[in-house]
């Protein structure tokens, strides 16, 4: 399924890998590139912004070559730089003032604030809708401007939604899976770099980052008022003993129907 | 009348004397000692017991029965909590509520409650604006920290249209001006929200935030590997636990009406899809029927679950006897769960498998023997023969599906 008419664009980042640190494919972005690549085949383009000339960053770019894209756009911003003011830019400067049909981005950054904000402030900085944590996208219609996205929800359940081209959607881990990344394709594949332009993040400059803590565990507070409440508190089972017993094949059969129905299991 | 205390020494001969004709009229009072003081009288603590010894309950269970001073007439009355009263507030904070099916859950609780410290930090006279979006369940708003509600509950509310609420909460930002906007940074709704309207105000939100301290910040960055520490901003996206609950006070939760402009929607929902019940992830499934030792028959097992609509799960028993593969297995050495209902067919309950149960809501245990550690944790135990239990539901379930069917058409 290839639509030729349509502009596709996945924006990529550098991931971080949960125990070791080290720099690697983003998971979810690489969701995002595999769809990007069912759907618009060669014709999916990719971006990055960041700094060019990061060796351990490139490492990671090389491994989204590796999974069969021909060239990843390199948008080279410093470090410190705010790369959603570097985008919009580049967005506006080569789409004749027009945003692509289709962004495709992870839900959230693997390393940073992380705050998960880029597809909705790229969206409305360049008039586009959004959606949210995406498992797939089922079908475009170029000529109503229209395409049909399934949302993925809590407890593993999705959404059918329609959306109007053109989108930023952000692509949750429920899409299938990437494809692996091969070391041919991936040195291979081109690095286009280009100056980007933005303006560093003053504010997050001034924040301080260190390595998260556990989370302090919430103690049950007990707020009896007399000595005898508060021994119960402490001394008491956890309720048990609460369960209902029944017995007889169709006695069972009706307690537990009347207990699905009860929860909405039907 | 003069306060001076006066003995009545034969008041207090008959009530040093048990058998005396008076003794039960003069202890209906209370009992003052020579100098005043109030005196117990132990023989009129506690109950006799059924073996005739007697018995003391400091409990206060047993209030029915107690013959001593704090009897039956002191009932257990439910704990009235006072009112908190926010008449003419300094400033407000505006907290929109996930409200999953209609309900509070413990996320929008722990919002409220950060809320609340925010508004009444140092002394401070705020008040909490709650917003209410579709279907609203739940009355116990007030004494979740609720001053104020908006309750928008058009049909329009009750699909899913990100883009109408985003422009709601963005008019009552923009009308009441709040110190903060406060939502709980969750999967059902509320993270979406709130960063649609951080971009569509162009303010720059906090997002999984878990600790708040004065005036900065803790916050959850790099997918969880990291914390940062920032100055406290004015949209909050919270995590659960990041407050403890309002649970000594209780709210006006007074209704406020606001008017909501239709918003162009460019996101139309179709409804949820149908999704393959095995091919959900076992540790996201929110119905699971499970199956182990006890079970003859697989066939029917399979068939129940395909019926209901249940994931399939397993012991480890069953998998180690090739029933079910490794994959499907609940438990300390299999996958934790987190169903909503759990249904255990023929599973007598090890430890291991009840430590992966663990967080489920409501257990049901089908099994022969009563006695074992599954019923003794179940919600709901069925105790017979599983394979004719399953049948029956299934009849019954069916039976259910066709008369509603019947009466769609």
Redesign the interface.
Known sequence: MSHNNLTMVSLVSVG?H?AS?RPRRAEQDARAVELGMKLAGDDLQTLYAGAADNEQATGALRSYLGMGLSQIKVLDLPEQADAMLGLVEYFKGHFDNHCPDIILTGV??????????MP??L??QLGM?????IADILSIDPEAKQA?V??A????????????LP?VASVDMAAPEPRQSAFGPANRGELNAEQGHSEDDV?RS????????K?PK?LK?V?AKTA??RF?AATAKAA???????????E??????D???E???? | MSDIFRRDPRAEWIARNRLHPLYQAIQQGPVYGPSGLLRKNLHGIGFIGPNGLKRIDRSGDSSGEMSGRRGGGQAQAAVVLPLHQVSEPDFTIVVALDLVSGRLNGHDKDTLGLAQQLANRDGANGAVIALAFGELKDDTLGEAGVDRLIHLSDDQYNDYDPEQRCSDLSAIVEHFNPQYVLLPDSINGGGDLGRRLAAKLSLRPACGVWKVDNDSIVCRGSAGKSDITRPLSRLLLVMEECSEPVSETRHEQLALTVESDRAVSKIVDHGNVKVDPNAIPLGEAGFILSGGNGIADWSGFHNAATVLGATEGASRVAVDDGFMPRTRQVGATGTWVTAQVYIAVGISGAIQHMQGIGQCDKVVAINTDEGCDMVKRADLSAIGDSSEILANLIGLVEQHKAGASKDVA
């Open positions: 971080e949960p640190g959230r950054a693997e390393s940073g604030e992380s705050s998960g904000m909705y402030m969206a409305e809708t959004v959606v949210s944590s049909e399934l949302q929800l809590p407890r593993g359940q999705r959404r059918k939604v329609k959306v109007s989108f504010e001034t924040w301080q980052t260190a390595q998260a803590k989370r919430r507070i707020k005898a409440d119960k048990g003993g609460g369960g209902k017993v029944v017995h007889g094949t169709e069972s059969a009706q307690a537990i129907f207990l699905l129905l929860e909405g299991m039907l």
